[in-house]
């Protein structure tokens, strides 16, 4: 059970390249979602989903795409990244057989130059 | 949206003292409000949470109090030791299908927290 897992942990990238970032979880969690975290602005959520086949927007979602084709896995692709993309960003997942709470992936340093 | 504040955005204080950090929200229909710990370069960690049902909450040296009147909740933490070192993050989300979390967190800015040996 490696609960959530990220890649890649870092990356950099130029101005206007695309990427994935990859997240998967082994914890048939119904819940998937990303943040991306900023010095001094917390975590804010980009997109969720609550089951295969379903995603949703979060808080920011401009410039980022995600989709659920599995259970297990939920990537996040930047389609044209810009350097206000650069961040830490976190995979997290979740179940209600779990009292609801999230689990972190151990996050994804992204640098746009 | 919901909007969470939290403060203060610093606190240092000496081994053995409490740290307190608060938090408000605007949305009346959170009932779900965990607080993670997060060291440096690491994931963010629940360390506790507490649903609107319940007013307090105790996990050994750590607490959480609730007032939904008053929309805010504290993190109080006893007894500090320097691995109490961290950045503190509380969250808030609505009640979800099953009468849990809808997981949509909205969390506040972080509270950086210094225990001093």
């Known amino acids: 059970n490696a609960g959530v897992t990220q890649t890649p942990k870092f990356q950099v990238l130029k101005t206007g390249q695309s990427m994935t970032l990859q997240c998967a979880q082994d914890m048939n969690h119904e819940y998937m979602s990303w943040y991306r975290q900023d010095p001094g602005m917390g975590l804010r959520l980009i997109h969720y989903s609550v089951g295969a086949g379903i995603t949703d927007q979060g808080e920011v979602p401009n410039g980022y795409n995600v989709s659920r084709s599995t259970t297990e896995d939920f990537p996040l692709r930047l389609l044209s990244a810009a350097p206000s993309q650069t961040s830490v960003y976190f995979c997290?997942?979740?179940?209600?057989?779990?009292?609801?709470?999230?689990?972190f992936g151990e996050g994804s340093w992204l640098t746009v130059v | 949206g919901e909007n969470v504040e939290q403060h203060p955005s610093t606190l240092s204080v000496q081994e053995g003292d409490s740290a307190v950090i608060k938090c408000t929200y605007s949305?009346?229909?959170?009932?779900?409000f965990p607080w993670y710990k997060q060291e440096l370069g690491k994931r963010p960690q629940l360390i506790i949470d507490?649903?609107?049902?319940?007013g307090e909450k105790k996990d050994q040296r750590i607490a959480v109090t609730l007032n939904k009147t008053a929309k805010h909740f504290s993190l109080h933490i006893t007894e500090t030791q320097p691995e109490d070192s961290a950045v503190y993050f509380c969250a808030a989300s609505e009640e979800g299908n099953s009468g849990g979390s809808n997981y949509k967190l909205t969390f506040g800015k972080g509270t950086l927290l210094t225990v001093n040996p």
């Open positions: 507490i649903r609107s049902n319940v």
């Open positions: 997290a997942s979740g179940s209600d057989r779990t009292g609801n709470t999230i689990y």
């Open positions: 949305d009346s229909a959170s009932n779900y």
